[in-house]
T-cell receptor
Framework: ETGVTQTPRHLVMGMTNKKSLKCEQH?????MYWYKQSAKKPLELMFV???????ENNSVPSRFSPECPNSSHLFLHLHTLQPEDSALYLC????????????FGSGTRLTVV | AQSVTQLDSQVPVFEEAPVELRCNYS??????LFWYVQYPNQGLQLLLK??????LVKGINGFEAEFNKSQTSFHLRKPSVHISDTAEYFC????????????FGTGTRLTVIP
């Protein structure tokens, strides 16, 4: 399998649930990202990992917790979410210091009820 | 830091007509420029990129874009659109360090009308 794979594709969770989103890249990249895409809003960069270390956290609420156990895997742990957290969550990867752009996964459509 | 402005949030166009999606950027340093396409319920897919050299860049699906340094623009064009081109299009910019700093525009929704 090649590219960036995100699972699950769809997730419905209650506000008291705990769930995790998974992202896996098979491109040999060394940087990974989480983006949030809400209707009628620009893409929001949530977290950046470079060489498995978090290098950016854009004022994301603590109910979102990222984890990058190795350069190929990225998780987003979710707990006690709010309905306004419903969105498409996109994972991307890139090779740092190479101008090739980002490769995106297909996203996880999250609905918080 | 860099920023990107996509002036048109929505562009309707008839099938087989030409289309131009506008993108302007702001940066104090030299940049790389990208266009991405997002089909419904999908992630973003790279259409084309400008790194250096010829200012006219050709991408997938018959799209092309022209880098204009004096006007700080990178408009996307297609001479004849198809129904399947209906999607959201994002312009993006990064500086030439290649670091983790890709900045996206707010997107343009292209709707092709049969």
């Amino acid at each position: 399998e090649t590219g960036v794979t995100q699972t699950p594709r769809h997730l419905v969770m209650g506000m008291t649930n705990k769930k995790s989103l998974k992202c896996e890249q098979h491109l040999g990249h060394n940087a990974m990202y989480w983006y949030k895409q809400s209707a009628k809003k620009p893409l929001e960069l949530m977290f950046v990992y470079s060489l498995e270390e978090r290098v950016e956290n854009n004022s994301v609420p603590s109910r979102f917790s990222p984890e990058c156990p190795n350069s190929s895997h990225l998780f987003l742990h979710l707990h006690t979410l709010q309905p306004e957290d419903s969105a498409l969550y996109l994972c991307a990867s890139s090779q740092e210091h190479k101008p090739y752009g980002y490769t995106f996964g297909s996203g996880t459509r999250l609905t918080v009820v | 830091a860099q920023s990107v402005t996509q002036l048109d949030s929505q562009v309707p166009v008839f099938e087989e007509a030409p289309v131009e999606l506008r993108c302007n950027y702001s940066s104090s340093v030299s940049v790389y420029l990208f266009w991405y396409v997002q089909y419904p319920n999908q992630g973003l897919q790279l259409l084309l990129k400008y790194l250096s050299g010829s200012t006219l860049v050709k991408g997938i699906n018959g799209f092309e874009a022209e880098f204009n340094k004096s006007q700080t623009s990178f408009h996307l064009r297609k001479p004849s659109v198809h129904i399947s081109d209906t999607a959201e299009y994002f312009c993006a910019v990064s500086d030439r360090t290649g670091a983790n700093n890709l900045f996206f525009g707010t997107g343009t929704r292209l709707t092709v009308i049969p």
